[in-house]
């Protein structure tokens, strides 16, 4: 009975390592086969390199030459920029209204709190593509060109959310008697925001303002909808590069966006977790 | 100013703004998009303000009979997706279960880490982890490599392209969002009567049967539900993985606003999908609804 | 050993600290435990009680030795596999199951058709006093309830023995009294001997036939109740049961004489036991004298007086230092309030009910 026991505790944890390597074999996989010079079959190993890194990132290397390959790297720096000033914008956009709306259900009381709160929630639970397209359609019917700005609006539609729930559970799990000390000792609310309830909330809001960023560097489906002719965002760019063919320097832009995801979710992950 | 007005004015202040970027951007294109659905399609895209039913017809295959025969391919999409979905929910399930089972039982810093390294991906772009099974399922990616160069088998596989290939990867992306309802069920879940099960004679199957997998049912039904909706209206892994040779609904939708401008049709095949994510909702909100009652009964 | 359902043998067992160290929970334990007896494990936290029980029950696995079920070995059994149940201290019942699917269940794993196990939760609950309970859930129930669809549960498959782990920890002293009068009348209608474990020696003295008392994973002194209070084997089980003075000394001829000069008359043992050993005195052996009384008296000096209802508890101090407490009947109240006034007592005593404690267990 014994050795049952044992067997099935070390089959779990075997089951567990399996789990997990499932989940990051794959990654690594990319992360080896970046270093590979092979420029036809990418997963045929002929040597190592790292010009796809350098070649991505502007350098003058071999392949660079080729015009094909200027126009597309020019054009992928133009979508990492896209990119980046997009998530800067509703980062700062969808942190200060998901905050507001986190302040304003937990600590006040008024009718249709119900009614916020679903509302709250729909964005998550909707697949993408139902509020791209209805984006589209709105953007399209109301006149308004679609660019960067359509983008960053209908971003921030979703993001808010994201912001809100991050935020509000931390509202919900402070200790109010706090301010109720502060009030009592004769602050006015907005002191007492300031003073007490601001700080508290500072990691929280940092998190929520870390995962609006990342999830907006990633968003590829409703991005998709209602970037117009003009604009790539850089999960665009791969996207259309998955549909027209592979290039190795992919796997090297792959690479460093993980990099860059891992660096700040590990980060937004580790505040989360100090402030508990 | 009073103490009631001034609390008015600052919800007001923290909610105006707030209230009308969102009624404008998100419930009004919500509502357009419903009353799309119902428009006829223009002649060069766009709408014609015009009552047209036939968009829901011709889901189900029936569509305007002067000019179109009863074609039953959206439903056949429909219920392929369907497919699909449900098959992802019990993939992913199945994956999940036994390692949700696992890190609860390790001590807590050891449940932290792995929580942290499942919920990791998560945040990685889609796209790049979809990519990375392109690479690996293509006829000349890594898995036929292996196969080829190790002799095991002559010509290279068709691997990427199905179904299989698809299920595969909604599997891959979806298996944070059931992990996490499955395991915060499966951690809560009281040990002692694992024991008393064992205690009265029933045996570890019988047990996981009547006992565990009855109390982490709640966890199951939350993550069946956050994995099955995206995954039913999911594009992006359909049309790397599928190609054009496996379409989903997603795809579908994407095609009647990008290629055919038939926002209408588009729009009517959305509603299709928001109407399961209601029922699903409604269904979840009832059950639970019942046992919420009952429990509030029982004071 | 036909007499005994439950018998082990050298159990061991011993817990790895998560410093990295060990602990033993078991050590080296004997015991026979007799049919159709309440046989409580009674002692502090940490001394081993609840893995002796879990030894029993199968959901610990002994280091070494053996334990036999109705002289089958079981060593090697799973909990599934033993004619033993358990009534948990959180009573454990299912939530997602009613009262009558909870009783049910043990005869549902055995395959009991559904007619005839209907019929035997009927008369389960009927014998904990829950009939027509089937239909409720356990949150419906109060913590006393509960704990009856506990016991009804265990015993519904008539095991060949009942364990119960502090079952009675969270119920209020009225309830708690009510249900240790109703296990032991239990008890004597099934007729299957009971496990007992608790850390409240209240309880352990007015339920059982025997009183087992444990510390560092070794049983201390195995017998009656009476014998356990009246003749400690040890200065643990002394000042475990009931309230106690100690007064270590050397004995000679008929008294004790301690280090700072008191002796203590006692009547002379039958057994023989160490020149050096340990007299008790229970607080109720001692009373107040008449002057002329023919017994040994110790003076002392009172720091409190406490009325307690039907008697006083005295607490006090000899010239010397020492700290002794006595506990007369309030119905003298003529003699303690003389000594209300003064300040002072002298506490008499029967030197043959002074138990005598030797260096390795007791007269």
Request: charged share 15%; with cysteine; glycine share 8%.
């Amino acid at each position: 009975m014994k050795i049952a026991r044992s067997l099935f505790n070390g089959g779990l944890i075997a089951y567990t390592g399996l789990f997990f390597a499932f989940i990051y074999i794959p990654l690594v996989v990319i992360a080896v086969y970046s270093f590979n010079a092979n420029p036809v079959n990418m997963m045929t190993w002929t040597g190592f390199t790292t010009e796809w890194y350098a070649q991505v990132l502007g350098f003058k290397t071999k392949v660079s030459e080729s015009a094909l390959y200027i126009e597309s790297t020019g054009q992928l720096l133009q979508a990492v920029w896209n990119s980046l000033v997009i998530a800067a914008s509703t980062t700062a956009i969808a942190t200060v209204f998901g905050t507001a709306i986190a302040i304003a259900l937990y600590r006040f009381e008024f009718v249709g709190q119900r009614f916020y709160r679903v509302v709250m929630f729909m964005p998550m639970l909707m697949p993408d593509i139902v509020l791209g397209i209805a984006l589209l359609i709105f953007f399209v019917s109301s006149g308004i060109r679609l660019g960067l700005t359509t983008i960053i609006i209908g971003q921030c539609t979703f993001l808010i959310s994201y912001v809100f729930i991050v935020v509000s559970a931390r509202l919900a799990g402070m200790d109010r008697t706090l301010e109720h000390a502060s009030a009592d000792l004769g602050a006015n609310e907005w002191m007492t925001f300031r003073r007490v309830v601001l700080p508290q909330l500072f990691p929280a809001i940092v998190g929520g303002a870390l995962l609006a960023f990342i999830i907006s560097m990633d968003d590829l489906v409703i991005t998709y909808f209602i970037a117009g002719v003009d604009v790539t965002t850089l999960p665009m760019f791969i996207f259309s590069m998955l549909r027209r063919g592979i290039k190795p320097e992919i796997n090297a832009i792959a690479v460093m966006m993980l990099s860059f995801s891992f660096v700040v979710a590990s980060l937004g992950l580790y505040l989360r977790s100090r402030q508990k | 100013m009073s103490i009631a007005s001034r609390r008015r004015f600052q919800l007001g202040l923290l909610l105006g703004p707030v209230s009308a970027f969102l009624a404008v951007f998100f419930l009004g294109p919500l509502a357009i998009m419903v009353v799309t659905s119902f428009l006829a399609p223009g002649l060069y895209g766009g709408v014609e303000w015009t009552f047209y039913p036939d968009n829901f017809g011709r889901i189900l295959g029936f569509a305007d009979p002067m000019f179109e025969e009863f074609d039953p391919i959206y439903i056949a999409i429909f219920l392929r997706s369907v497919e699909i979905a449900a098959l992802t929910v019990l993939a992913t399930l199945v994956v999940c279960y036994p390692a949700a089972f696992c890190i609860a039982r390790l001590s807590e810093r050891w449940k932290n880490f792995c929580l942290f390294l499942i919920t990791l991906p998560f945040f990685t772009s889609l796209i790049v982890r979809l990519f990375v099974w392109v690479l690996i399922l293509r006829q000349t990616g890594l898995v036929n490599e292996v196969l080829l160069s190790s002799g095991l088998i002559e010509r290279p596989l068709d691997l990427i392209y199905t179904k299989g290939a698809i299920i595969l990867g909604m599997t891959y992306v979806f298996i944070p969002f059931m992990f996490m309802p499955v395991y915060a069920s499966v951690e809560k879940l009281d040990w002692t009567l694992v024991r008393a099960s064992l205690d009265l004679g029933a045996g570890p199957v019988r047990t996981f049967w009547r006992i565990i997998l009855p109390l982490t049912a709640p966890g199951i039904a939350g993550g069946a539900v956050i994995v099955f909706i995206p995954a039913l209206g999911n594009f992006v892994v359909p049309a790397v993985l599928g190609g054009a040779k496996v379409m989903m609904f997603g795809n579908l939708i994407e095609q009647q606003f990008l290629a055919a401008r038939n926002w209408p049709f588009g729009a009517a095949l959305a509603m299709m999908v928001m109407s399961v994510m209601l029922v699903m909702m409604i269904a979840q909100v009832v059950l639970s609804g019942r046992r919420g009652r009952a429990a509030a009964l029982a004071r | 050993m036909q007499n005994s359902i439950v018998r082990l043998v050298e159990a061991s067992k011993a817990f790895a600290t998560p410093e990295g160290g060990s602990v033993t929970a078991l050590d080296r334990i004997d015991l026979d435990v007799r049919r159709n007896e309440f046989l409580t494990l009674l002692g502090p936290s940490g001394c081993g009680k609840t893995t002796l029980l879990q030894a029993i029950s199968g959901f610990v696995e002994l280091d070494g030795g053996s334990i036999l079920i109705d002289s089958e070995d079981m060593t090697d059994r799973p909990p599934y596999r033993r004619p033993v149940n358990t009534v948990f201290q959180n009573y454990a019942l299912f939530p997602h199951m009613t009262v009558g699917e909870n009783v049910a269940y043990s005869l549902e794993v055995a395959g009991v058709a559904k007619p005839a196990r209907r019929e035997k939760v009927a008369s389960a609950l009927k014998m904990v006093g829950l009939e027509g309970m089937e239909g409720r859930k356990p949150r419906q129930l109060s913590g006393g309830q509960q704990q009856r669809v506990a016991l009804a549960r265990a015993i519904i498959a008539r095991p060949k023995l009942l364990l119960l782990d502090e079952p009675l920890s969270a119920l209020d002293k009225n309830l708690r009294q009510a249900m240790q009068i109703e296990l032991k009348t239990l008890q004597n209608e099934l007729g299957i001997s009971f496990i007992f474990v608790t850390h409240d020696q209240q309880e352990a003295l007015t339920m059982s036939d025997r009183v087992a008392v444990l510390s560092g994973g070794r049983i201390q002194q195995l017998d009656t109740p009476r014998a356990i209070y009246d003749h400690p084997v040890n200065t643990f089980v002394a000042t475990f049961i009931g309230a106690s003075n100690l007064f270590e000394g050397t004995l000679d001829g008929d008294r004790l004489m301690t280090s700072d000069g008191m002796a203590i008359r006692h009547q002379p043992c039958e057994r023989k036991i160490s020149t050096k050993a340990t007299a008790l005195i229970r607080p109720e052996q001692f009373f107040l004298a008449e002057d002329n009384a023919p017994f040994p008296t110790i003076e002392v000096d009172l720091d409190q007086i406490v009325f307690v209802g039907s008697t006083f508890e005295l607490f006090g101090r000899t010239a010397e230092g020492r700290k002794v407490v006595a506990e007369v009947p309030a119905n003298r109240r003529s003699l303690v309030g003389a000594i209300e006034q003064s300040r002072k007592a002298r506490l008499a005593y029967d030197p043959s009910a002074v138990h005598l404690i030797g260096e390795r267990g007791g007269a």
